[in-house]
C-alpha cells in the first residue's frame, strides 16, 4: 500500500509539473535601459528632465503615510501628456503594461488616484514654475530668440453642461422685476396694516429681515396657525409672510448670481469659471448656439510655447495687455516683436506696447481690406477723406466743419477724439445714409499707420508669415492631431493645470522631432 501511494504522487507531481510548464525561457530581469531604442521618445524626455531639479517646486510632508516619490509621479505624468495619454486610467495602465513607462516609475504602479491626489494636492501649486523651468532649458539648449514672440488665441470647451447656462442681463431683468413686486407688496402692507415701511427704487436681502420678523412674530403672538394642504385657507398674515421669504431667497439667489458673474456675462452651473460663447463651428454654420468655453492665449517663439494664459473673455483683445504682463512677471523682460492677428491691435495695445518699448506689429481691423477696390470706394470712411485741422472733405466734395473734441475713457488709455459736422445737412440725406456727423481718433490713426508701415517691410512680411505657421501650427497640433477639443477638469485653477500639461507636453513632442531631424 506504501509503494501504491509513492506512486500516486508521483504521478500528480508530474500531471502538475505538465500543466505549469510554459515554452517560454525564464531570464533574470534585466534594467529596462536596455531594452528601450536610443531613438524613443522617452530618452529625449529623460534628456529634457534628467538634468532639473523638479523636485524643489513639489512641497513634501514627513507626516502621515509617506507617498509615492513626487517627482517620478511627475515624470510620469508628463511623458503621459508628451505621449498624449491625459487619462489617469490609461496612465495607470501605461505603468503596469508599457516598458518606458515602468523605466521612469522604477517598478512603482501608481493607481489612478494616487495621480489625482498628487495633481490636486501638489502640482496645481507647483505646475507654473514647473513649466517656465522646462522653458528656460529650452531657450538654452535650443537658442530660442525671446525677441520675438507670435501670439494668438482660441477657444476649448469646457467640462460643463451646455444648457447650464446663467445670463447677468437676465438676472438684472428677473431682479429688477422683483424690486417692483416688493415696492407693490410694501404699498399694500402699509394700505392694510398700517405698518410704515420704506419704499426704495432696490433692496438687498437683509432690507426684509424687519417686516418678516415682524409678521412672525404677530402671528406667533396671537397663535395664528399656519396652515398647508389642499383644502386649508391660508391668512393673509401667513400669505404674506411667506411672499416676503420667497422674495428674499429670490433677491439672494440673484445676488449670488451677479457676484459669481462678476465683469462677464454669463457663467455655467456646472463649471463657474466658464463662460458662454460662441465657437468657430457655431460661428461658422450660424447655429445661435453658445457653448461654455476657455479662451486660452498661447505665446509661441521658435515652435515652442513660451507662455500661456486662461481667460475668460470672449474677444483675444482683451487679454493682450494681461497676457504680456504675466510673461514680464516670468522672464522678466517684454519681448521687442509680439507678433498677433487683427484681434489684438486696438488702441490701449498699441500705447501699451510703446509705453513698454515693444514694436507694433499687431494687425487691426481694416488692414487686409485697405488695398481693395470695395475699401476704397467707401466715400464716408475716413481713411478716404481729406483732412485738415478744420475741415474734412469726402471724395465727392462734401465738406465737415469741426465742432469739437470729446475724451473716451472707457479703455486703458483715455482717447481724445475730434468731431466734424455736416454744412448743409437736412432729414432729406438720412435715407442716403449721409451721415451728418463724422468722428475719428487723429492717434489712432497715426497707430495704425506705424504698425502697417512696420508689416509692410520685409521683416515684418516674415513675421506675419511665421505667426501663421508657428502659433497656429502649434493650435493644430494640439486640437487636431492630438484630438484635444474638450477640456476633462473644472475650475479655472484645474484646467490651467490641464492646460499648461498639454503645453509641456506639446514642447516635448517638439523637443523630440527636431532631435530625431538634427540626426537625420
Not at 133 to 144: A, D, L, P, Q
Request: hydrophobic share 30%; net charge positive.
Amino acid at each position: 500500500m506504501r509503494g501504491l501511494g509513492i506512486c500516486y504522487n508521483l504521478v500528480m507531481l508530474t500531471n502538475k509539473l505538465q500543466l505549469d510548464y510554459k515554452p517560454v525561457q525564464i531570464i533574470l530581469p534585466l534594467n529596462y535601459e536596455h531594452i528601450i531604442d536610443k531613438n524613443d521618445s522617452v530618452v529625449s524626455f529623460l534628456e529634457v528632465v534628467g538634468g532639473l531639479n523638479l523636485g524643489k517646486f513639489i512641497k513634501t510632508s514627513n507626516v502621515g503615510r509617506h507617498d509615492y516619490d513626487p517627482e517620478i509621479m511627475l515624470h510620469v505624468i508628463l511623458f503621459g501628456f508628451m505621449e498624449n495619454i491625459r487619462s489617469l486610467r490609461k496612465l495607470e495602465k501605461a505603468c503596469r503594461t508599457d516598458v518606458r513607462f515602468m523605466y521612469i516609475c522604477k517598478g512603482k504602479k501608481p493607481s489612478f488616484m494616487a495621480f489625482q491626489r498628487f495633481i490636486d494636492s501638489k502640482l496645481n501649486e507647483s505646475i507654473d514654475d514647473i513649466f517656465y523651468e522646462i522653458n528656460e532649458f529650452f531657450i538654452h539648449k535650443e537658442s530660442i530668440n525671446t525677441d520675438v514672440i507670435y501670439i494668438d488665441g482660441t477657444k476649448i470647451e469646457a467640462n460643463a453642461r451646455k444648457f447650464s447656462f446663467v445670463w447677468k442681463r437676465a438676472v438684472l431683468k428677473h431682479r429688477d422685476n422683483l424690486y417692483l413686486k416688493i415696492s407693490k407688496l410694501y404699498q399694500t402692507i402699509d394700505k392694510q396694516f398700517k405698518i410704515p415701511l420704506t419704499v426704495k427704487d432696490t433692496y438687498l436681502p437683509e432690507d426684509l429681515n424687519n417686516i418678516i420678523n415682524t409678521f412672525g412674530l404677530y402671528c406667533h403672538h396671537y397663535s395664528i396657525p399656519f396652515v398647508y394642504g389642499k383644502g386649508k385657507r391660508k391668512t393673509c398674515f401667513q400669505r404674506y409672510y411667506e411672499t416676503l421669504c420667497e422674495f428674499q431667497v429670490k433677491l439672494t439667489e440673484y445676488e449670488e448670481h451677479l457676484r459669481i458673474c462678476g465683469d462677464r456675462n454669463s457663467y455655467s452651473k456646472t463649471d463657474h469659471d466658464a463662460t458662454f460663447m460662441h465657437g468657430k463651428e457655431d460661428y461658422y454654420s450660424k447655429t445661435g448656439i453658445f457653448k461654455p468655453y476657455y479662451n486660452l492665449q498661447i505665446g509661441v517663439s521658435d515652435e515652442y510655447i513660451l507662455h500661456l494664459g486662461v481667460y475668460p473673455n470672449p474677444t483675444d483683445t482683451k487679454t493682450f495687455i494681461p497676457f504680456l504682463e504675466t510673461y514680464f512677471e516670468r522672464y522678466k523682460t517684454y519681448p521687442k516683436y509680439p507678433v498677433a492677428d487683427a484681434g489684438y491691435g486696438s488702441y490701449d495695445n498699441y500705447l501699451y506696447c510703446l509705453d513698454h518699448d515693444m514694436e507694433l506689429f499687431m494687425k487691426y481691423a481694416q488692414f487686409n481690406k485697405e488695398n481693395e477696390s470695395k475699401f476704397k470706394r467707401k466715400i464716408y470712411n475716413v481713411k478716404n477723406m481729406d483732412i485738415t485741422p478744420n475741415k474734412i472733405t469726402t471724395v465727392d466734395g462734401t465738406t465737415y466743419t469741426y465742432s469739437h473734441d470729446y475724451i473716451q475713457r472707457r479703455g486703458l488709455y483715455p482717447q481724445h477724439k475730434k468731431v466734424y459736422t455736416h454744412d448743409n445737412w437736412d432729414e432729406s440725406m438720412k435715407e442716403q445714409k449721409i451721415p451728418k456727423t463724422i468722428s475719428y481718433d487723429p492717434v489712432m490713426i497715426q497707430l495704425q499707420d506705424q504698425a502697417r508701415k512696420n508689416l509692410k517691410r520685409p521683416n515684418g512680411v516674415e513675421l506675419r508669415k511665421q505667426r501663421s505657421i508657428q502659433v497656429e501650427g502649434a493650435f493644430g497640433d494640439i486640437k487636431a492631431n492630438t484630438d484635444y477639443v474638450r477640456i476633462q477638469r473644472r475650475g479655472k485653477r484645474s484646467v490651467q493645470t490641464e492646460l499648461t500639461l498639454v503645453a509641456l507636453g506639446y514642447n516635448l513632442r517638439k523637443f523630440h522631432a527636431k532631435k530625431l531631424k538634427k540626426m537625420k
